[in-house]
């Protein structure tokens, strides 16, 4: 193991439970939780049913949040369903299980940087970043103010994480704590003003529309694996809690049950002002905006904008810190080169930052439609490390004997398996454009491409016969820290 010590530093121990709780938290709550509710949720199912759905949704995540909770107490690495994965199933499901979810956790760090773009198109009449116009891109405008926007954003928060994981973990804090506040004080203010509550009538579309109660819920939990992807986050940076990790579950779940109670708020203040019906029908712009302006004024407008805001940078910094462990870890294991194994004398991962924060650089060239369908593929790779580490749950749990575990696994794999079925199978809400399946097969076939030129040195080299957690323990131990 000595050729793979880290020469350069050590993860440092100095998350907080708070930290982890707003790592959660902010990666859960992106941008679109404040502009789907026009867009998606109600055209789809009316304000009850949105709400009935994503609180559905947030508890099949909870679900499948104890099958993670379980693996973080059993195998505290970073690398998170990485890990998990090869714990079960060995290095080759472990390399599949990675590479799917690198490209979730990396195509949501461009978008919500392109997101601010969107935040300040809605909050600023005429936003003075729409500046230096350069082409359009499947009839999204590009412009160089926007794209120097989102670099400023990608390029700083880069920084944070670089500097180290103390830093990141009290901006994430500060952040999600005034995302959360936000939130409560526009939500509060509709409420003060009495709004008249059969504005929310009818609660459903009518069959018609959108057929049965139960397919217009789901067609809301549909949408869970891109609403609450972030949760996941918090095993990717298991050896640097300054606490028991036993409190992840806890800290995991209050942030999922959370997630879903802004989301529900945001589609109430939308609903209730006026008949939704009628609202809707009046195509607004931004019909959450429009409604908190009508109702509590411009002091509600900055409120939910800088909750957006808040939400933007949220994501962005939990992906990077979640991405970057993910690297690292497969990178320590050989399932990518060396240099992502090396950490800063801070104990962060740097190669693996810089690496995403390039990556990301590009992004924003290609418009933001572009990168939709790039991010239309989150659902397929959190599909995928939520599946994976709930049966990967259940075979460790049944190899020690723990009944309990095994069957609540058993039924994390079974709604886990459901959103991956439902991007692929036409007629399902989640189905897959077919620009995201084209760069879903580029990806695929470039994973593919890359582990036949790995595979030597990751399955038959040094490593020959030694599992991923295995390789992580010597790790830690060289370190001393167990």
């Known amino acids: 193991m000595s050729g793979k010590q880290q020469q350069e530093g050590a993860f440092k121990k100095d998350l907080r439970k708070i930290d982890i709780w707003a790592l959660a938290l902010g990666a859960i709550i992106g941008w679109g939780c404040f502009v789907m509710p026009g867009t998606n949720f109600l055209p789809k199912a009316g304000p009850i049913g949105s709400i009935v759905g994503l609180m559905l949704g947030a508890c ?60 300040s198109r809605y909050i600023i009449p005429g936003s003075p970043f729409q500046v230096g ?74 069959t018609e529309e959108g057929g049965s109660k139960f397919a217009q819920i789901m067609a809301i939990v ?39 109670i802004i989301y529900s708020a945001v589609v109430f203040v939308t609903s209730v002002v006026e ?6 029908a009046s195509n607004p712009d931004w019909a959450t905006g429009e409604m908190i302006l009508e109702s509590i004024g411009y002091i509600g407008v900055f409120f939910i904008g800088l909750a957006m805001l808040c939400a933007v940078v949220a994501s962005i910094n939990g992906f990077y810190l979640a991405s970057s462990r993910l690297l690292y870890s497969m990178s320590y294991a050989d399932a990518l080169p060396e240099k992502f194994a090396h950490l800063s004398p801070q104990g962060t991962p740097k190669t693996g930052i810089i690496f995403m924060m390039v990556l990301a650089l590009i992004a924003p060239w290609f418009g933001r439609q572009v990168l939709t369908w790039i991010v239309d593929m989150t659902c397929v790779g959190a599909g995928m490390g939520f599946t994976y580490t ?29 959103f991956l079925i439902i991007t692929f199978v036409p007629g399902m809400p989640g189905f897959l454009s ?38 992580l323990y010597s790790k830690m131990k060289e370190e001393g820290k167990i």
């Open 60 to 119: 099949i995540i909870c679900i499948i949040s104890i099958s993670y909770g379980y693996m973080i107490r059993k195998f505290p690495l970073s690398g998170g369903e990485f890990v998990y994965a090869d714990s079960a199933f060995g290095k080759k499901h472990a390399f599949v299980c990675g590479w799917m979810i690198v490209l979730a956790y990396w195509s949501l760090i461009p978008l919500n940087s392109t997101a601010l773009a969107m935040v």
């Open 133 to 206: 116009y350069l082409y359009t891109i499947a009839g999204w405008d590009v412009y160089l103010g926007e794209i120097a926007l989102a670099y400023a954003f990608i390029i700083g928060l880069g920084i944070v994480n670089i500097k180290g994981v103390k830093s990141a973990g009290w901006f994430q804090t500060l952040v999600a704590v005034a995302l959360f506040g936000s939130v409560m004080f526009v939500l509060i203010g509709v409420l003060l003003t009495k709004p008249d509550f059969s504005n929310l009538q009818p609660h459903f579309l009518s």
């Open 222 to 260: 549909a949408f869970t694996p891109y609403c609450f992807v972030g949760f996941d986050c918090i095993p990717q940076a298991a050896e640097e809690y300054s606490f028991s990790h036993k409190a992840a579950l806890g800290l995991m779940i209050t942030a999922i049950l959370i997630g879903g």
């Open 275 to 280: 008949p939704w019906q009628t609202m809707l």
């Open 390 to 418: 709930c049966a990967a749950a259940a075979v460790v749990a049944k190899r020690d004997g723990e009944t309990k575990q095994m069957w609540i696994s058993i039924l994390g794999v079974a709604v886990a398996s459901v």
């Open 434 to 471: 077919v620009p995201s399946f084209i760069i879903l097969g580029v990806w695929v076939v470039i994973g593919i491409i890359f582990y036949f030129s790995i595979k030597q040195r990751y399955i038959n080299g040094k490593w020959k016969g030694v599992s991923v957690e295995q390789i």
